[in-house]
Structures are given as C-alpha cells and as structure tokens.
C-alpha cells in the first residue's frame, strides 16, 4: 500500500517553476530531460480517472531545435488572433520567452468523443492527467508551469498543435526543466483552510 504521508509530501512539495522568473531570467537549467523521463511523465498522465474511459489527453511534444518553432509559432500567433486594443508586447515577448527558456514543451489537447460524456468532462479529465503529470514532475525534481492563454484555444491554433477535431480543445502548455535555482520550499502564501472550504452536514 502506499503511505499517505508520502502522498500528502509530494502533493505539498510540487511547486509552479516558470521558465523564466519575474526579472525574465531563465529558471531552468541546461540538463537535459530525457525522452524515457518524458514518457515516464505521460504515462503517469495517462492513468488518470476518465468519465466513459474516453482518455481524452493528446500531447503534443516540443524540445531541442523545435522550441524556436514553438516560440516563433506562438509570437506570431498572439500577434495575428489579438485585437489592437488587447495587444500587449510584452505578453507576446513573454509567451515566446517560455518556450526559448524551456528543456520541453508539452502542449495539452483534449480529444473529444461525442456521444454520452458532457465535453466539459473531458476537460476535467484532461486537468486530472495534468496533475498526475505535474506531481510526477516534482517528484523528479522537475519544475513545471502550466501556462494557459486564450490564443492557444483559437480554431486555427489548436489545430496546428494537431487538435484539429471540431469540438477539441487546446487547453494550454506545460513546461518542464530541471531548476537552476533552490527549489521553492513552500508557497509564500500557503493555501487558505480548507476548513474554511468544507461544509459538514
Ligand atoms: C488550469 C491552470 C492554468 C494556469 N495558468 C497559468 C498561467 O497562464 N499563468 C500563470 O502564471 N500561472 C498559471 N497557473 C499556475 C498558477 O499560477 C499556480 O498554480 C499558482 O500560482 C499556485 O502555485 P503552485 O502551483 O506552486 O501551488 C495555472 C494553473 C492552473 C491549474
């Protein structure tokens, strides 16, 4: 059996580590992940619970000379779908800057089967897989950083990652690299009780 100590260590050990840092410095390092490590990952993932066993997770995966695809793909894509009034530079240099700062880039698809299970099942499922794949991260000492953003979701977008399907979805990017720096012990805010969140009846 497995302890629950252990599970609630790694649950409170996983942290958010972003490519880069709030100064746009990079936080991972050079060391490679390897491809048995990736799939490792993802096969974690792929245990993750699913409403009709419908398995909906895709992964599309970037590393070595494809993550200057990734990030030129990216920078003009935010600067096609963005209206002039909601263009940001900065928020496109920062969405390319994650990608040219990463080891690998796993972009989150959800593969929709029509028929008996609500779409929005499946993208619970597919955020199930993703905590399966970010806690399994950790405990490889791997930082993780789910980035979400609105352009990755758009029709034509979605599709070049190879969601092409009417009703998938593109449900983001996952980065992941070894950290340069310490590891973040703890959140600086810790989460708020949760015997705050619970009604007993
Ligand atoms: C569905 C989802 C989407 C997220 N998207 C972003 C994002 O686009 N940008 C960002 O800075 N953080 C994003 N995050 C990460 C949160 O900022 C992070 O989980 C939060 O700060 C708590 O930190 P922790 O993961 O270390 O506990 C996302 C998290 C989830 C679950």
Redesign the pocket.
Known sequence: MINLNDVTKLIEFR??VKPIDAAGQPNYSDKPVSRATIEQLLNNANWAPTHGLTEPWRFTIYQGSALQDLASYLREAYTTHTSEEQFKEAKRDKMASYAENTQVAIVLGMERHAGKIPAEEEVMAV?CAVQNLHLSAAAEGLGGF????PVYDIPEVRSFFGFAGEEDRCL?IFYIGYPKNEWPER?KITPQSVLDKITWR
């Open positions: 942290r958010t955020a789910w980035s979400t953003a983001g959140k």
